[in-house]
């Protein structure tokens, strides 16, 4: 499995901008896809955000499409998520993931390892 680290959460107004990192190690980056979930109080995880291991491929869930994109940087073994036009209803805990796959994946079960998380909190 490999380890991830997520960073770049905080608090920021409704219309702002966040970028979230993802950095990996203890696993060959390139292979794994890689991906962004979020889960907000009394509610389920959420597919954000997903990107294939060659970063052609990207799916968004529907609900940041136009608003978020997902990037991968495999020389620094880093994923990131990049975040605008924010809503307080994007409040959530944002977690990292990694899939031992090529194809980009859209749901928990196909993720094998995950990291911490970190808090993103939107005011209105």
């Known amino acids: 499995q490999v380890h991830l680290v997520e960073s770049g959460g905080g608090l920021v107004q409704a219309g702002g901008s966040l970028r979230l990192s993802c950095a990996a190690s203890g696993g060959t980056f390139s292979n794994f896809a890689m991906g962004w979930f979020r889960q907000a109080p009394g509610k389920e995880r959420e597919f954000v955000a997903g990107?294939?291991?060659?970063?052609?491929?990207?799916y968004l869930g529907d609900s940041v499409k136009g608003r978020f994109t997902i990037s991968r940087d495999d020389a620094k073994t880093t994923v990131y998520l990049q975040m605008s036009s924010l809503e307080p209803e994007d409040t959530a805990v944002y977690y990292c993931a990694a899939a031992n796959r090529r194809s980009v994946a859209t749901t928990q079960a196909e993720y094998d390892s995950w990291g911490q998380g970190t808090q993103v909190t939107v005011s209105s």
């Open positions: 990107i294939s291991w060659s970063g052609r491929n990207i």
